[in-house]
């Protein structure tokens, strides 16, 4: 941050000169404009007998350059959230996720927990444990959101996405909102995570209502999974759980994925 002063009004209301140095200000990008210890206006200037908040002056030598007259201030310092989980990010209906936000407050304490599950601006449920639970019954793509609350008021805030599955674990497309473009071609996306332990999302997208078929195969050649059902345009994913199509848990390998839709193959 910048600061910029003017000597003649400076000195109209100071007597005193000017300091081209940074003041030390609180937290001037929330308004808070105290000086803290150490500033270099502290005991350099000359003023009225109160500063802009009433307070007396002069604490110290001499009083302080600027409006403020230092006594000691120390800022309120917002929470900091430090993460935020939920276990098991996505799964078939009803899914259970346990939410868990590892949060502190650099000065104070943190009071409570805001929770929103379906990130429609809500406040679900306020806990004063950095835990709770929800269940999701309807497939969808979520967006959850945790608000850290600590003792002076001050606020924090963490997102993160749910997914809950459809049909042959189908997972319906992210609403569009308005201004947003849908997918302009058939394309599929990058499988992840990559590697995987026991479950991998494949992405993809069709810009119209269209069948769709994603088929899994072993460097054989070999099908092991596939799913074949109708999706509207839009962007979606598919999650495979590493067994066949016989429900066989697979071995640890390599693996192809084959996406076919609207005459495209890829």
């Known amino acids: 941050m910048s600061y910029f002063s003017s000597r003649p009004a400076f000195e109209k ?14 937290v001037p990008e929330r308004g808070n404009f105290h000086l803290l210890g150490g500033s270099p206006c502290t005991d350099s200037g000359g003023a009225p007998e109160v500063d802009f908040e009433g307070d007396p002056r002069v604490v110290g030598m001499a009083a302080d350059i600027g409006a403020d007259e230092y006594n000691g201030y120390t800022p309120d310092l917002p929470p900091e959230v430090d993460s935020f989980v939920g276990v098991p990010p996505s799964g078939d209906p009803p899914l259970e996720v346990r939410f868990i936000c590892v949060a502190h407050d650099p000065d104070g304490t943190i009071e409570s927990y805001r929770w929103d599950f ?3 601006g ?8 950095d835990s709770t639970t929800y269940t999701y019954d309807d497939p969808g793509t979520y967006r959850a959101e945790v608000t850290v609350v600590d003792d002076g008021g001050l606020e924090a805030s963490a997102t993160l996405t749910v997914r809950v599955f459809g049909p042959s674990g189908a997972v319906p497309p992210t609403a569009v909102a308005e201004g947003d473009v849908l997918p302009e071609e058939f394309t599929l996306g990058d499988p992840y995570p990559n590697p995987f332990n026991s479950r991998v999302v494949i ?3 069709v810009p119209r ?6 088929e899994v195969f072993d460097t054989l050649g070999r099908r092991v999974w596939g799913c074949a059902r109708t999706f509207g345009p839009g962007r979606h994913s598919l999650e495979w759980d590493g067994r066949d199509s ?9 693996y192809l994925v084959k996406f076919r839709a609207g005459g495209k193959s890829s």
Request: hydrophobic share 30%; aromatic share 10%; glycine share 14%.
């Open 246 to 254: 016989s429900g066989r848990e697979l071995g640890s390998g390599v």
């Open 13 to 26: 209301y100071f007597r005193g000169g000017n300091v081209m140095k940074d003041p030390m200000f609180a």
């Open 203 to 205: 992405p993809f997208s």
């Open 118 to 120: 379906d990130g429609d």
């Open 122 to 129: 809500t406040v679900d449920e306020t806990t004063e444990d």
């Open 209 to 214: 209502t269209c069948h769709v078929e994603v």
